[in-house]
């Protein structure tokens, strides 16, 4: 079975848009391009304008035209932003000739205005060797003052539906987002439990640390997440926490996310399955010439799997796996890994964080250059990276409470069991 541990199909309703292009980091004027289009496909006037901009047959660089016809300070914007002035003629660089950059943007951009089965539809097709993605929800509102147009209860409602139609059904189990500024978080999290989804997931960079919070809200947040945690633990639920020092961070909370932080975590619930998601930074993990932060946090995150058995990684957005020498670079950095501990090679999962990389280039080839990279380093090695590593942590392992609530869900929905879990026992 092979398991894409960290992906997304959130669509525009899910997220506010602004708030989380701001906090991560995305130039101006191509975070207004993001909202342009997003907005332009639910505006009746613009559509009527460009004959259905959204429909498949409007190419990216029409409907990019389209936008900055009647946009022109965008297009100043976007020139003076993301063109380096040294290019000649830059102030009339035709569009085709603009960088891959923008193009990468109105792609998503555009993928964020489909539906949600639309979405499911496109990750299903650019991984068909997948057999099970668990997407991850986001929870970000209270954080950056900007809710999203969809409340996150009804998301969760509609994720439910979502993996219940009869061409999703098995192959997706999402993780519900929690957020200890919600008095409900955990009924929020208990609910989507006991209804398909898989496991939970946190984002401290958006501004808390695993625990030992300060500030007005601290006790508050620390209680939160001791009472999160105790159910995880209890009733074997696995978390995905974000782990690099950037990504959706406010006020620079990114630190929030150090792998140390998670220590006293584990201290008290040893056996809580937990999944600091992209290693703590793979570029940080290559090292020099790739990367030169100082104290990175690979090494902290390799202590606590030496430590703590449930503590996992995934490898999801390293999109420098596209280049032969960083794919190679960061092989022999595994090996060595595995060679002074072979229980890590049991703990690093295959994720993609795929439609978040389509910020990137050569995203439909990310498992392929993982695959060709990977295989023949570790030959015994790639099914438990593709995916026997994530079933231990899904914890789709025969008799365990995991596969016990989705035998249940299955039966009390009348949907017919995937081969993948007929063949696991609940008992
Ligand atoms: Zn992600």
Redesign the pocket.
Known sequence: MQIDV?A?VFNADDLPIRGFLRHRGVPEALAELVEEIIQSSTDPGFRAGLAAPMAATVSDAELLEAILARRPDLRAALRGQLLPPTVPGVQTLALIEWPALVYRFVSWARLLTKSHVEIAARLMSTYSKIDLFPP?MMDIGDWVGEQPPTSVPDQIAGMGQLIARPEIAGRMHPFVAFDPLRNDGLALVRGAISSGFIGVKLYPPLGYRPIGNAGPNGATIDQRLEDLYAFCEAEDVPIVA?CTRHGAEVDHHGIFADPDHWRPVLERHRSLRLDL?HFGSMEELLGPPYDDTPDPWPPKIVALMGDFSNVYVDV??FDEIADRDAAAACMQKLATLYASNPAIARRVMYGS?WH?IMWAPAVDDYYRNFVAAYGPQFPSGLADFLGGNAERFLGLIAGAKAVQRLHVYYERNNFTKPAWLAGLSPA
């Open positions: 960290h997304h991850l974000h998601a999801s957005y964080d978040m």
